[in-house]
């Protein structure tokens, strides 16, 4: 076999096995999302829910949850891309945090068995997002370095493959949730 | 849990007269382990000597080595064993029961092989499992068991057919339920490959070099460097090492001060510490009084008994009450 011919050869294989690498790290993106995306409906399912048992007691904190109510619809459409399922995830995540800091100022709520089980359910679902968002992350982070580094970057190019945003992971989140206090509580 | 120190007082004050009594017994075992030692030697080397006046062949005398080898293990053995006893029924019981009266203890049983087997943290094949002081129960209403482990992989065998072993872990395993549902299989391993190569060529190293689970890279700077995580599943691997887990492995192997291993396999949490000796044995050559025996002895026992508290064990999810 002639020199050129060998060149050739081994370029090929590694064109073959660099493309499937990239494929291999958007595909690994791709199926964690769909993860995500199983974990969030579980939230968004509790949500009506939730609602319906605090509302009753939650006179100042009608705002939040009407604004939940409405994310939920927003969140149920779809046609939504990633990062607007990402974006969606930060406000929901935020507000459903806030609401079960007010949990806490009501004795009546602390009490009532529904929200202490909708609670804990909601925290497990919690914790589940909380890992899939980092096992997200990391998938996009190697994701996006294939992407910038040589010499995978002029193939990712040539695939038209763009950066994906990373979830933005709330500090409170970092500390994990903590489920002592839960019980506590 | 009793702390450290609370130990080391029980230790010094409740188990003191034990103490002299054992400390009196050391020395006898001590002084004839010399005598008897020492007119094996004297028998071995005349025999040697008489070998060599008769021009006897090399094997004789490699025989005659194997079996002065042998006598004096067993004379050891024979002297320690009434030692050991007494040690580990009024030493290592009370102390374990000092620690939480729930606890059984049985200084002949071992961790099950099984369990050994099912976490699949070590290369080779367990071929022989030996072990003992197995300490089993409930704490805060969550299951623990741990032993002393030494397990060996078959290398071969010898002309006349006896197996050579090779030991490929000695030390304390234990394993416990875990407090999340999980499914998949995850292992926390030391890390070896980051620390030499670092960071890049270290993951593409691990990432080649393990075939049954995947690479997880952990998002804790401080974990990753001490830590390798395998698992079947990106997310559970997660959802099990949240960053508080992290730091809280990285305690336990702090003080631990020998390489952890850790699989997540049937709802357990199994805890492999390479200590590389057998643990909770009476110590003959130093006595039992001095601090530095006496704290090896409360700090392992403290550490694994402690390990439910230390990683949370006992505060399960809701799904799991």
């Keep these: ?185 | 849990m009793k702390t450290v120190s609370e130990l080391t007082d029980f230790y010094y004050k409740k188990l003191y007269p034990i103490l002299q009594d054992l400390e009196k017994d050391r020395k006898v075992i001590n002084s004839k382990l010399i005598t008897r030692c020492g007119i094996t030697t004297f028998i071995a080397i005349i025999l040697a000597v008489i070998f060599q006046k008769n021009h006897f062949q090399t094997d004789s005398f490699i025989f005659l080595g194997v079996i002065y080898i042998i006598a004096i293990a067993i004379i050891y053995k024979m002297l320690i064993m009434d030692y050991t006893k007494k040690f580990k029924d009024h030493i290592m019981r009370p102390l374990i029961y000092a620690i939480d009266k729930n606890l059984s203890y049985n200084p002949n049983s071992h961790v099950s092989s099984s369990h050994f087997r099912e976490a699949q943290l070590f290369q080779g094949k367990a071929d022989r499992v030996l072990g003992n002081d197995l300490v089993k129960g409930k704490i805060n209403d969550v299951s623990i068991e741990f032993s002393d482990l030494t397990v060996q992989q078959i290398t071969g065998e010898n002309d006349n057919g006896d197996k050579n072993y090779k030991t490929i872990f000695q030390g304390l395993y234990i394993v416990s339920e875990f407090n999340k549902n999980f499914h998949g299989r995850t292992k926390v391993l030391p890390d070896t490959a980051q620390k030499i190569f670092g960071d890049y060529l270290g993951h593409i190293l691990q990432d080649t070099t393990y075939t049954a689970e995947k690479l997880v890279k952990m998002d804790s700077i401080a974990f990753e460097k001490e830590f390798v995580v395998y698992s079947n599943d990106q997310i559970e691997a997660r959802y099990i090492l949240t960053p508080t887990m992290m730091e809280k492995i990285l305690e336990l192997k702090k003080r631990a001060k020998h390489p952890v291993s850790i699989a997540f396999i049937n709802k357990n949490i199994h805890i492999a510490i390479e200590y590389n000796k057998d643990l909770f044995e009476p110590s003959v050559f130093h006595s039992l009084l001095e601090y530095k025996i006496a704290m090896e002895y409360i700090q392992t026992l403290h550490l694994a008994i402690g390990v439910i508290e230390e990683l949370q064990l006992n505060q399960k999810l809701w799904s799991k009450l």
């Design chain 1, 1 to 185: 076999m002639s020199t050129p011919l060998i060149i050739l050869i081994v370029f090929i294989i590694l064109l073959v096995l660099m493309y499937n690498s990239l494929v291999a790290k958007k595909n690994q993106v791709d199926n964690i999302f769909a993860s995500i995306d199983t974990q969030l409906k579980k939230r968004y399912d509790l949500i009506p829910n939730l609602v319906a048992s605090v509302s009753k007691y939650m006179e100042y904190e009608k705002e939040t949850l009407e604004k939940v109510t409405k994310l939920r619809t927003q969140a149920n459409k779809t046609n939504l891309s990633e990062d607007e399922k990402i974006a969606l995830d930060a406000q929901v995540t935020s507000a459903l945090g806030s609401i079960m800091i007010a949990v806490e100022n009501y004795p009546e709520l602390k009490a009532n068995e529904n929200v202490v089980h909708l609670q804990h359910t909601l925290s497990e679902v919690e914790a589940q997002i909380a890992a899939a968002r980092r096992a997200y992350n990391q998938a996009v982070t190697d994701y996006n370095n294939a992407l910038e580094q040589i010499p995978t970057n002029f193939i990712a190019n040539a695939m038209g493959y763009t950066h994906k945003q990373v979830f933005e992971i709330p500090q409170e989140e970092r500390k994990n949730v903590d489920v002592k206090k839960l019980f506590e509580s």
